[in-house]
């Protein structure tokens, strides 16, 4: 109930809730998850594992990912759906501009369609490959293209990941979060052999 009138507050419903429980039916997480609940905990648990989850989720929420794509359904749908995530999605709809705002925007992981104006996915890829400053950012190639000929192209030269049109949009959001959870754990682990 706690959990229903924190997502039902205007001023409450960003603030993520994870659920500790010992109950661990099926039902109850269902409810617990369509409720809103960002994540559901069965006890007795592995505190470890808990904290792990918390510093990866709260990292999640300090990702930013650059969406170019020049169809506005495309920029609208995957905006709004990454944004109840929590995750910062800015858009650019010309590959040209995107590529010269990579500096200013940081993204944590690009959404790269294939067919843009000003300059071509394929050729944005190729130029952060080339970039030390952004070719270890992982970039997912969106293309209304299917051939194998294609998908193995964008996958040589360098995305993480390529996604057909139309796409199941769960399913990228998926994908694009494994992404990002590597990139944290990455990150974190950088920062860590540094201390």
Same mark, same amino acid.
């Given at each position: 109930?706690?959990l229903? *009138?924190?997502?039902?507050?205007?001023?409450?419903?960003h603030?993520?809730?994870?659920?500790?429980?010992a109950?661990?039916?099926?039902q109850?997480v269902?409810?617990?998850?369509?409720?809103?609940a960002?994540?559901?905990?069965?006890?007795p648990?592995?505190?470890?594992?808990?904290?792990?989850?918390l510093?990866t989720?709260?990292?999640?929420?300090?990702?930013?990912?650059?969406?170019?794509?020049?169809?506005?359904?495309?920029?609208?749908?995957?905006?709004?759906?990454?944004?109840?995530?929590?995750?910062?999605c800015?858009?650019? *709809?010309?590959?040209?501009?995107?590529?010269?705002e990579?500096?200013?925007?940081?993204? *944590?992981?690009v959404?790269?369609?294939?067919?843009?104006?000003g300059?071509?996915?394929?050729?944005?890829?190729?130029k952060?490959?080339?970039?030390?400053?952004?070719?270890?950012?992982?970039?997912?190639m969106l293309?209304?293209?299917?051939d194998?000929? *294609?998908?193995m192209?964008?996958?040589?030269?360098g995305?993480?990941?390529?996604?057909?049109?139309?796409?199941?949009?769960?399913?990228?959001?998926?994908?694009?979060?494994?992404?990002l959870?590597?990139?944290?754990?990455?990150?974190?682990?950088?920062?860590?052999?540094?201390?």
């Amino acid at each position: 109930d706690l959990l229903k *009138d924190i997502k039902s507050s205007p001023e409450l419903k960003h603030i993520d809730v994870v659920m500790i429980t010992a109950s661990g039916e099926p039902q109850a997480v269902l409810e617990s998850l369509t409720s809103g609940a960002a994540d559901y905990v069965i006890k007795p648990f592995d505190p470890e594992e808990v904290a792990t989850k918390l510093k990866t989720r709260l990292t999640h929420l300090q990702q930013t990912i650059m969406l170019v794509d020049d169809d506005p359904a495309v920029q609208n749908l995957l905006r709004a759906k990454f944004r109840t995530l929590g995750i910062k999605c800015i858009g650019f *709809d010309d590959g040209m501009v995107a590529f010269d705002e990579l500096s200013a925007v940081k993204p *944590d992981l690009v959404i790269l369609d294939r067919i843009l104006p000003g300059l071509e996915g394929m050729a944005v890829l190729h130029k952060m490959q080339e970039s030390p400053e952004f070719n270890d950012i992982p970039v997912v190639m969106l293309s209304a293209k299917r051939d194998n000929k *294609d998908i193995m192209m964008g996958l040589q030269f360098g995305a993480a990941d390529y996604v057909v049109k139309p796409f199941n949009l769960d399913e990228l959001v998926l994908r694009c979060q494994r992404l990002l959870e590597r990139a944290a754990i990455s990150t974190n682990q950088v920062q860590a052999a540094r201390v």
